[in-house]
Every structure is written in C-alpha cells, then in structure tokens.
C-alpha cells in the first residue's frame, strides 16, 4: 500500500460501462492511476507502460468476442499480469465464449463473487466439487446466489489452474502463484495452497454497483507493485475496512458509495496490515 502512494502505479482497464467511472475513481482513491480502453492495438500499447491491466465483461459489445482473447493471448505473451472479473459468467453465448477462450490464455488473478467463481470453475472443467454442484449450479446474472464457502472447491481449483498454466508459459518465477478472490460476506483469497478469509465490510457494499468490479481494478493496481497474493489480500482488506468506515458515516447508498470512497483514500496501510486473517 505504502509503495502504491508513493509510485502511482497505471493499472489499465477493459471494463463495462456500468462502473467503469468507480473503477477508475477507486483506483486513484487507493493511490495508483488509471486509464480505459477497448481497442486491442490501444491496449497493448497502453500494457506496455502500465504495471498490471484488468478485464471484466459486465457489458458486452459484438466486438468484444474477438478482441478480448485477442487482448488475452498478446498480455500472455508480452508476460503484462492481468485481474479478470467474469461478471455474470454463464450468461450468454458471447460472454461464454470469450470466458472459454480465457483458459487458454488465463489471467495472474481471478477476482469474482462467489457463483461467478464457481460458473467459471465448471466451465473450464476444473471444479472438483461433486459434480452434482455443475448441475445444480445456474448462471446468477451480476449477483451471487452462492454462498462465498460453497465457491471453496472452485476458487483452489482455479488459483492450481492459473498457477500451473503461468509457470508454463511465463517468463516469470514460477514459484510466485496466482490468486483467486471471492467476495462475499466472508472473503475468500486463496493461492490454490492456503485458504484465507476475511471478514468484515458492509453489507451496503452491494447496494451500489461496482463495488466488485471496483475492487478488481484496485486488485490490478496493487498486483502493478505485488505478487498476486500479496495484491489479492491487501485490496480485499481494503475494501472491508473502507466498508466499515463508510457505514458509519452514511445515511444510504448515495452518502456511502461518496463516503466509501474517501475511505478507500483514507483507511491506512497499518489499519489494512492489522487486519484479522483467518487461515481456513
Ligand atoms: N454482506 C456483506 N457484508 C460485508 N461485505 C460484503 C458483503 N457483500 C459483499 N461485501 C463486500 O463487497 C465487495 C463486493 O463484493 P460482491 O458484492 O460480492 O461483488 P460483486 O459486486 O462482484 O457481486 C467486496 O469487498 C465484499 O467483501
Ligand atoms: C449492473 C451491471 N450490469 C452489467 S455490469 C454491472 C455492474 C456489476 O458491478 P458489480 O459486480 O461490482 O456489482
Ligand atoms: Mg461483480
């Protein structure tokens, strides 16, 4: 935290219409910088000088099926981290297909909520959960209708899958694993070794929009400056402490998401650091 207040990382993101003004606010709260673009060339030329990059595919356009696995494939291969949030996964052809089409070009870290995490797990074919759970499980939209211990199975799976398929393929020391957070009541972080949860925030956090989405991107500005366990838990911790100062300080979802992100700019790095962890 301290090294994004001090550096101003760029972390770029391809994100929906909905929240992409809070992305970039939330960003700039935490202390980084932010800057927005949907052409593949404008993207990679934009991932050259910045320190991480984030997809999240809230909003689709007919376009997007070819240029995000584009995007995808050219991150891998110039070895640029990316955060992927894959909103309402399960929805639609097109937002399918752009999801399949990430597994062979996957992203440093996965940042979802709990029936996202668990549609994404399936449709890659790794969730080692009963396979009873596939087939109950149905797309929820943008919301989760899972609980956070429920997605547990998908997140490991998930974060072995990054984990295994960047030490192939990226230059980068394959010792440093990958992430997965699923947020819900209770945090989930896990590496694909450990589990963590986080407890804490507010429950107002899912009355405005983009409070995931938001957290995906401040995930990619510390994932600029850290490992991507490291930038994971720091931005998960965040947002629960900044959650909680804005609960006390607001009268509804207007004040909070305004008083929200003054708390995102003014929690402390040691409010975040003496935050409780518990190893699950
Ligand atoms: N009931 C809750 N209590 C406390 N914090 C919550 C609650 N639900 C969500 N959050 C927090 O709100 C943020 C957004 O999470 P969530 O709403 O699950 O994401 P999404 O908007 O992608 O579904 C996360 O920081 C999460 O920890
Ligand atoms: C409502 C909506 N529709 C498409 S994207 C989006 C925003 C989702 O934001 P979040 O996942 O942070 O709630
Ligand atoms: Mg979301």
């Avoid at 949030?85 to 399949?100: E, F, H, K, N």
């Avoid at 070009?105 to 074919?125: D, F, H, K, Q, Y």
Wanted: aromatic share 6%; glycine share 8%; proline share 4%.
């Amino acid at each position: 935290m301290h090294r994004v207040r001090e550096t101003t990382p760029l972390a770029q993101s391809f994100t929906n219409f909905v929240t992409i003004n809070l992305v970039a606010n939330a960003q700039l709260a935490a202390g980084g910088t932010a800057a927005m673009s949907f052409l593949p060339d404008d993207v990679i030329e934009t991932a050259k000088i910045a320190g991480a990059n984030y997809i999240n595919v809230g909003t689709l356009l007919p376009f997007y099926k070819d240029a995000l696995p584009e995007i995808a494939q050219r991150l891998n291969y110039l070895d640029k981290p990316w955060v992927l949030d894959p909103v309402a996964a399960g929805i639609g052809r097109t937002r399918t297909s752009i999801l399949q089409a990430f597994k062979a070009a996957p992203p440093t870290v996965i940042r979802a909520n709990a029936s996202e995490v668990i549609a994404l797990a399936n449709m890659w074919g790794l969730n080692t959960e009963s396979a009873g759970d596939a087939s109950e499980h149905r797309p929820a939209g943008v919301e989760s209708v899972d609980d956070v211990d429920s997605a547990t199975g998908a997140a490991v799976a998930l974060a072995r899958y990054l984990t295994e398929q960047h030490a192939k393929h990226s230059s980068h020391d394959a010792s440093i694993p990958c992430a997965v957070a699923v947020s819900g009541i209770a945090d989930l972080v896990t590496d694909g070794e450990t589990v963590y949860r986080l407890s804490g925030g507010s429950s107002m956090m899912t009355k405005i929009t983009g409070a995931g989405c938001s957290l995906g991107g401040v995930v990619a500005t510390y994932l600029a400056v850290s490992d991507p366990l490291t930038a994971a838990l720091s931005a998960s911790l965040l947002y629960n402490r900044a959650g909680e100062v804005a609960d006390t300080t607001s009268h509804g979802p207007g004040s909070f998401q305004v008083a929200f992100l003054d708390a995102l700019w003014n929690v402390t790095a040691e409010q975040v650091a003496e935050s409780e962890i518990l190893v699950q």
